[in-house]
């Protein structure tokens, strides 16, 4: 029998929702170098089902914490689980299930309904997050920035729906960019599990899957930002300052329309182009309109290269000044490559494969700022049916692509916590978490374009980390898991703090440069978190972070 005085010990670090019957099952021990055994008692049974060894072999966190592995992939059988180290402790417990992820997997794409603006959230959806209706944006302003021979400063301008950005209440073209890129291959890559997912939103009755529904409610507000005279597109819709944090309701400041930018443009042209192929069935007049606004963002990307987002020049010539999340990028040649793929990828004219022949095909792992591989990622998935892709330009994106994801591999094993964002310190940083799960979409990628479990058994191995075997013990993931964050930087959860924060958003993780000011308990990368909601350096929420962690589960 387990000993019912045993207390938890949190040196015991592993994944804290479980793992599937036959994937690589581990747990981390920390500090306790006279330990030699291990042991998994099951809790429907109500008995020891396994024993084994700690490996002998021992690593270092960035801390100098030792940490030893112990290998219970022998377990296959579902069931509940605890891991015990005799005479010390156990750890929180955790399953073996077929389905492991199911739940938490449909919980990172429903955080998307949760985001919406300009709707009330219904308690028969929302459950206890039920929220009026807060921005409905149908008196935002032209900001001076804005200003054009058509739109003058001062004018009411209506922009509703989309989601809101982050832990705050903006829009932002740019970063929803990312966001619906990311979503909209999920779809394609997986488009019979979709077909089949229901996330119990208003929309679910209808004949459309879900996700694509709730990708709709977003491109609904980006086709609203975009000039229809000239095609540009404005790069966000913003207050000037950020608002407390109150409910979106009591958040009522003067929002503005602000400036054009080249980035947003291309972003937005991307997106569009992909949407008019994997809505071509479901909804055939948004279709064609989704291509016509991508093609005519395209001409005005073309004839406004250079149009850079710069807040802080902005705001020295324009009043009132913005301070918002600025989303600001000096290099948007990776943005052109991104459009020009999906745009050739669902036309096939040969203009746009001009844009791409001699283009930058060095793998550049997804974020914000650096979309080209979202683009390169929808050529490998479409090769198939391009005749017009020379075979010699795509060999070398795949060799590409599989020599970075064996990078991303390479000293694993020499890590504390045998996960890929270990393996370079630089790693954590602001999203940290988001790296991650990207790193984990390369994984799949190369998965699927080689067939080499290597490549699947790390996407996994990122899994473990971000659901708790990781430097901090933390599941990152609100409520999924034992130990997870209850105070993140999310408006909407302090608005509310009698209730558990909204589940299923993925926090941005430990951040070494820390810049948000908050007390700490440690200065080491792996272990810069904090769950308290004044850390928008480690704990804020947002939707580029959600999007690969909802892709890595789906997945």
């Excluded at 690593?59 to 015990?84: N, Q």
């Amino acid at each position: 029998m387990i000993d019912e005085n045993l207390r938890l010990d949190e040196s015991i670090r592993l994944n804290q929702l479980g793992f599937y019957p036959n994937q690589k099952k581990q747990a981390v021990i920390l500090n306790h170098e006279d330990a030699n055994e291990f042991l998994i008692w099951d809790l429907g049974k109500k008995e020891f089902v396994l024993e084994g060894q700690l490996a002998e072999a021992a690593t270092k966190t960035f801390s100098r914490k030792t940490t030893r592995i112990a290998d219970f992939t022998a377990l296959s059988e579902a069931g509940d689980y605890v891991f015990v180290l005799p005479g010390i402790g156990k750890s929180y417990s955790f399953s073996i299930c077929p389905t492991i992820y199911q739940e938490v997997a449909k919980a990172s794409l429903k955080a998307y309904y949760f985001q919406r603006a300009s709707v009330a959230l219904d308690e028969k959806y929302a459950g206890i997050w039920a929220r009026p209706l807060g921005h409905p944006d149908d008196q935002v302003i032209i900001h001076p920035s804005a200003e054009s021979n058509t739109r003058k400063h001062g004018a009411v301008f209506s922009s509703p729906k989309g989601w809101y950005d982050a832990g705050d209440y903006n829009k932002y073209v740019v970063n929803s960019g990312i966001t619906v890129g990311t979503l909209l291959s999920l779809f394609e890559d997986y488009p019979s599990y979709f077909k089949k997912l229901n996330l119990n939103i208003p929309e679910s009755e209808d004949q459309i899957p879900d996700l694509l529904d709730e990708i709709k409610w977003n491109l609904d507000w980006m086709l609203s930002m975009q000039d229809q005279v000239d095609g540009g597109v404005y790069h966000k819709l913003t207050t000037a300052k950020f608002e407390g944090m109150v409910a979106p309701h009591k958040a009522v400041s003067q929002r503005y329309l602000v400036a054009k930018s080249t980035s947003a443009t291309l972003d937005f042209a991307a997106v569009m182009a992909q949407a008019s192929r994997v809505y071509r069935s479901f909804f055939p007049e948004e279709s064609v309109m989704y291509l016509k606004a991508a093609e005519k963002a395209w001409g005005w990307a073309k004839d406004n290269p250079d149009m850079l987002y710069q807040q802080t020049a902005l705001n020295d010539e324009f009043d009132p000044d913005i301070s918002t999340g600025a989303y600001g990028d000096v290099n948007i040649q990776d943005e052109r490559i991104w459009a020009a793929s999906e745009l050739f990828i669902t036309t096939h004219n040969r203009s746009y494969w001009e844009e791409l022949v001699d283009a930058d095909q060095k793998f550049h792992l997804p974020s914000w700022n650096q979309v080209s591989w979202l683009g390169y990622y929808s050529l490998l998935r479409h090769q198939e049916h391009i005749s017009l892709l020379p075979q010699e330009w795509m060999a070398t994106l795949k060799i590409n692509l599989l020599s970075a994801a064996r990078t991303q591999l390479e000293g694993i094993e020499s890590t504390a916590f045998r996960s890929p964002i270990e393996t370079d310190v630089s790693n954590f940083k602001w999203g940290s978490n988001a790296i991650a799960a990207n790193q984990a979409i390369l994984l799949l990628y190369a998965y699927k374009q080689s067939s080499d479990p290597i490549f699947l058994e790390g996407a996994l191995s990122t899994l473990d980390y971000i659901l708790g075997k990781n430097g901090t013990g933390y599941s990152y993931v609100t409520g999924f898991g034992s130990k997870t964050p209850l105070h993140p930087h999310h408006r909407l959860a302090v608005a509310r703090p009698d209730l558990p924060p909204l589940p299923g958003f993925i926090v941005g993780g430990p951040n070494s440069a820390q810049q948000d000011g908050c007390s700490y308990s440690s200065s080491f990368p792996d272990e810069s978190y904090i769950d308290e909601s004044c850390s928008y350096a480690s704990n804020e929420i947002a939707i580029n972070w959600n999007a690969p962690f909802a892709y890595l589960t789906n997945a």
